[in-house]
């Protein structure tokens, strides 16, 4: 791979990401309205249009030191829970990648980045958290699924979080009002997993 092709693809995963949280940047703050403090939007937005504004720069960059310096963008920019814990899992993954080419060196990989956030968040699945979309993509992605199955089990992950009752982060000061509704967090990170599987998935097509 020529130093050029690596770089665009950098820059048009951060270009995606960005893409899909600025488009749905509402959306999240109306789900974070309904048992967070409304912020999960204008959080999230914040963080990834400071890594699309330095887009260039990590993309000069080997991947895994590019997912690392996005994650501290990440715990600088984002703030509430989830800035610490979206930092961790770039920062983890950036980390775990060093050395790994294949799709099951990835998928481990990134199973190991996944309990780094969790032990960060002092949490599990079924807590009502981005875990509950985090854990089911890892499981899908080391199955060998496409990048439409992937996207499919990321979007039907962030709906199962519907009925869970809130065990972690702001949404467990609800108790049970916080069943019936969307984790933010879960629909960030199929949103953000969606966008990364388009990318990958249209350069092996
Ligand atoms: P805050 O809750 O501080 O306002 P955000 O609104 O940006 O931060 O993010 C809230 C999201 O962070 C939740 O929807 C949830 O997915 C995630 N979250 C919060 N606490 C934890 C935790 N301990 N473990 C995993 N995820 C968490
Ligand atoms: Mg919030």
Redesign the pocket.
């Known amino acids: 791979m020529s130093p050029a092709t690596r770089d665009l693809k950098v820059e048009a995963l951060i270009t995606a990401m960005a893409d899909t949280i600025a488009a749905h940047a509402d959306e999240l703050t109306a789900?974070?309205q309904a048992?967070?403090?409304?912020?999960?939007g204008a959080?999230?937005k914040r963080g990834f249009e400071a890594i699309r504004a330095e887009a260039e720069q990590y993309a000069a960059k080997p991947l895994p030191d590019a997912l690392k310096a996005m994650g501290t963008k990440l715990v600088m920019t984002?703030?509430?829970?989830?800035?610490p814990?979206f930092g961790t899992l770039f920062m983890a993954l950036g980390k775990e990648l060093s050395g790994i080419v294949d799709r099951a060196g990835f998928a481990a990989a990134l199973g190991r980045a996944i309990d780094a956030?969790?032990a960060?968040?002092?949490?599990q699945a079924g807590?009502?958290?981005?875990?509950?979309v985090l854990y089911p993509v890892q499981q899908a992605l080391a199955e060998g699924k496409s990048a439409d199955a992937i996207a499919s089990v990321a979007a039907a992950a962030a709906d199962a979080t519907v009925p869970m009752k809130?065990i972690?982060?702001?949404?467990s000061f609800l108790g049970d009002r916080s069943i019936g509704h969307m984790?933010?967090?879960?629909?960030?990170?199929a949103l953000l997993v969606a966008a990364l599987v388009c990318q990958i998935g249209s350069k092996h097509d």
């Open positions: 789900l974070d048992i967070g403090d409304g912020d999960h959080n999230m984002v703030g509430g829970a989830s800035g814990l956030v969790a960060r968040g002092k949490s807590q009502k958290t981005m875990l509950d809130a972690r982060g702001r949404a984790d933010p967090g879960a629909r960030s990170t």
